[in-house]
């Protein structure tokens, strides 16, 4: 009887009006949920709220959500509804229940953005367990190759794993992280990384004081792929060692060159599938950016504050399952970055036509965002669009010029804008910083013209501008470098280091933790700050055109990054002129070694000297896109992205290097599609921090 009564209750909640001031202009009708609580783990619920708003609207509606006895955390950022009648009504969006059981509360907050008034409303929902003994319980999720474990509480100071294998077969067990234990709640993973239509066993393992319990086994037979999905398939090259400590290959396939939308897959090191996503989960294409060790970041189509954009205007974060954690869009960034004072991050659909000069916009995320910097905050690379005066970067239209630029912006842990980067902002007296002048062109002048699928989307080129904007910068990966690669427990704090390919640079940003200043410390890279230590003869030592730029060893090195060298195989020759890194024209490479390198570089900063480690020939040209990655044995990973001249296949490459070379032997190849960036893990709780 007190379990329905409760439940009555907060269905009378969910259901009533909130109360508002009275001089308040924005009221909350209604927030409901699609199932009543309580509900048991393993349940989806979809939220969805209602709210009135005296003045014109539109009105913004932000959702979030605290675990029992947790704080709020967003989930979903303000993203405005739809009028309907005199009600405006907010995006629905779907709660999975993964985490504990006990009493969650779900907030939501309507905001008219025009007059700064807002309402919120909050009710608490019962999510309880599915167990009705002392043994685990396994569900399926919806993808039919994950699951959820549910293991009975542990005790305080303990700590749980998932242990878990096929019940027939060679394939090594895997292991989840270990969690801390709440005596006061149930434990739940998500189990991930298992083949199609195959059976597993799974036992959870306590750990208290080091020694390990072993709990009771279950079974747990996942689906078959679906057929309504085009599968990517791989073959191998070269075969992987059978000793290879590495299992898993999770690859990004977004691929823009083609439009195949392929689902991001996870493989074994022989290419069969292990995990995947749907490319259209959530509704948008994915650009899966990194993984995280509960899943992986995204930049998606979705809708945001111009209705009439959906390209890349949202960044997600989903668990292996694919269910969303938290969302924010372009929207709302804009709206942060111009109260924390940034003049360029305004919307584009508010621009006049034609832009006069100087007027400035965010147009979408691209590229990279990244986990990894310290109390859980997260950086993502958007795009800002500037218009210069006629002529700038020797451009010959004789119209005022677009110039696409980048902006790196950090958020807390809520997804919330705290501190950013600017490339357009003045220094010293002029446009752009000083290390890095407007003036300075694309080193192959690449600009773009109208029906460039390798360009951003662009919002401010049109009538009255130059028809090809600059692509100046061309931005594509973020690495927080903790304390200056100085070994932990040093409290340090530490900088930004961007990849800009356009440039042929790689650059460190000084950012402090949130206190720099912004400025560019360094530029790496040809004509750079740094003397480059040619130790093995190479007729062009430097990267260009470089991807997935980082320092391993949790920042203590080597540097390591994919050179796809375009500009290598292709030198400019003026504004305008690139060929695309096409081998055979304007060539500044031997015969055969018009390919892609992998690297990796030791460098001094107080001498500014930069040493080759590796610069690994891998036998094939990616004109675009690319990763690299130290690995634990030593070994290197590289992918390369897309193979004009084969078919844009992609290359999965793991190189053993031969002591006294600046190269080594490729002890793994798989082939696939096109792809974006690719890493190689002993499974998919274990991403790189690179």
Sequence with gaps: MQILAVRVWLLIAMLAPACAPANATVGIVSLRSSLASPQPIGATITWSAQATDSNSGPLAFQFSVAAPNGPFLMVRDFNPGTLSGTNWKSLPFAWALTGMDGIYRVRVVAKDFTSGESAAHMVSFTVSSPLTGANPVVQPTRNPLVALFTAPACPAGSSM??????????????????????????????????????????????????SIANGPTVGFTTGALPLG??????????????????HVVLRSLFNARTGVAYPDVATDLSGSIIWYNDPTDQGGVTMMTRPVDTGFLAIQYGPAWDPGVQVYQVLRQFDWAGNLIRETNTGILQQELLA????????????????????????????????????GYSAVLVDIEKIFPAGTQADTSGLPVDIVGDMIVVLNRNWQAVWYWDSFDPAGGGNGYPQLPVSRTAVLGDVCPVGNRACLILFLRGSGVSPSAHDWLHANSLYYWPHDGVPAPSTLPGDIIWSSRHQDWVMKIDYKDGAGTGDILWRMGPSGDFNFENIYGDPWPWFSH????????????????????????????????????????GSNCAPNDCNSRGMSLTFDEAGLQVTPVLSAN????????????????????????????????????????????????????????????SWLMPNLYSPPIT
């Design 546 to 585: 470089q991807h997935e730029a980082g320092i391993e060893n949790n920042g203590a090195g080597p540097f390591t990054v994919f050179e796809n060298g375009n500009t290598r195989l292709s030198p400019p020759s003026g504004p305008g002129s690139s060929t695309g890194g096409v081998p055979g024209l």
């Design 229 to 246: 999905i085009a599968f990517p398939t791989f073959a191998a090259v070269v075969p992987a060692s059978p000793s290879d400590p590495n």
């Design 340 to 375: 924390l004072g940034a003049v360029d991050a305004g919307p584009c659909n508010t621009v006049p036509s034609p832009p006069p000069v100087g007027a400035a916009c965010l147009g979408i995320f691209h590229h990279d965002a990244i986990q990894t910097l310290p109390n």
């Design 618 to 677: 891998l036998g094939v040209y990616s004109d675009a896109m690319g990763g690299a990655q130290l690995l634990a044995d030593g070994n290197y990973f590289f992918m390369a992205a897309i193979v004009p001249a084969k078919s844009f296949d992609s290359y999965d490459i793991e190189i053993q290097p031969a002591s006294g070379t600046g190269t080594g032997p490729q002890v793994l190849n798989l082939s696939g599609p096109p792809g974006y960036r």
């Design 161 to 210: 794993r998932v242990f878990f294998e096929p019940h027939i077969g060679s394939a090594p067990a895997t292991t989840t992280n270990w969690a801390a234990c709440n005596p006061a709640a149930t434990m739940t993973f998500e189990i991930a990384g298992m083949y199609p239509g195959t059976a597993y066993n799974l036992h959870a393992q306590v750990d208290t004081g080091g």
